[in-house]
């Protein structure tokens, strides 16, 4: 099946500083990639859908200038936390799709991230 | 997008039967049925996608009546790996982004 990655896999950063988030379709090249947050012990929360080449879309509340994302290809799309803050820890995933495959998604296997 | 009601948690013993059954009352003509499985800090991982009646894969089966305001995920013979949230979601395949509801925590115990 398609593979997704996700880079780095845990980060840790202090308050004010930004991290960036890879996410990386393997094995096939992915016309949307998205953007999850989820917080413990609760589901995923959808933040943007991003095209390749194209501006992201961002979930009503999510702050664009905050959550930076570039799809500057079709195998890669970056998620930059600017100036996080300690109530921005949580887990990131990505997931994306390719074309005529019923839009079945893949998911990355996550980033978690933790602002001291 | 249909709304979907999960149970929130559920208990069960290695090498029973479980059966997951999620409400979509709401459900639309061209939606599917989709469930995804979650380990701890891990992302979804899909299981089984199905229109209507029975679809059967290498780890689950889904059933879904002839309404299709409810599917039941069935996991044969549970093992302690099976112990992770099990989300049901339903959607047009046109669509691209997913809705995730409060999934199903499944906890085996041995």
């Known amino acids: 099946g398609a593979v997704v990655s996700q880079h780095p896999s845990w980060v840790i950063c202090k308050s004010g500083t930004s991290v960036k988030i890879e996410c990386r379709s393997l094995?096939?090249?992915?016309?949307?990639m998205f953007w999850y947050r989820q917080f413990p012990k609760q589901s995923l929360m959808l933040m943007a859908t991003?095209?390749?080449?194209?501006?992201?879309?961002?979930e009503q509340g999510v702050e664009k200038d905050k959550f930076l994302i570039n799809h500057a290809s079709l195998t890669l799309s970056t998620l930059t936390v600017t100036s996080a803050h300690p109530e921005d820890s949580s887990f990131y995933i990505c997931?994306?799709?390719?074309?005529?495959?019923?839009?079945?998604?893949?998911f990355g296997p996550g980033t978690r991230l933790t602002v001291l | 997008l249909a709304k979907t009601t999960q149970p929130i948690s559920m208990d069960s013993y290695e090498g029973q039967e479980v059966n997951i059954t999620c409400s979509h009352n709401?459900?639309?003509?061209?939606?599917?049925i989709t469930w995804y499985q979650q380990f701890p800090s891990q992302g979804p991982r899909f299981i089984i996608q199905?229109?209507?009646t029975k679809v059967t894969n290498e780890v689950a089966s889904l059933f879904i009546p002839a309404d299709r305001k409810s599917s039941t995920l069935s996991l044969p013979r549970v093992s302690l790996s099976d112990t992770a949230v099990y989300y049901c979601?339903?959607?047009?395949?046109?669509?691209?982004?997913?809705?995730f509801g409060s999934g199903t925590r499944l906890q085996v115990q041995p």
């Open positions: 997931s994306a799709t390719q074309a005529g495959l019923n839009n079945e998604q893949f």
């Open positions: 094995d096939f090249q992915a016309t949307t």
């Open positions: 991003s095209n390749e080449g194209s501006k992201a879309t961002y």
């Open positions: 709401n459900i639309a003509t061209n939606d599917y």
């Open positions: 199905g229109y209507k």
């Open positions: 979601l339903v959607g047009d395949r046109s669509r691209r982004a997913l809705t």
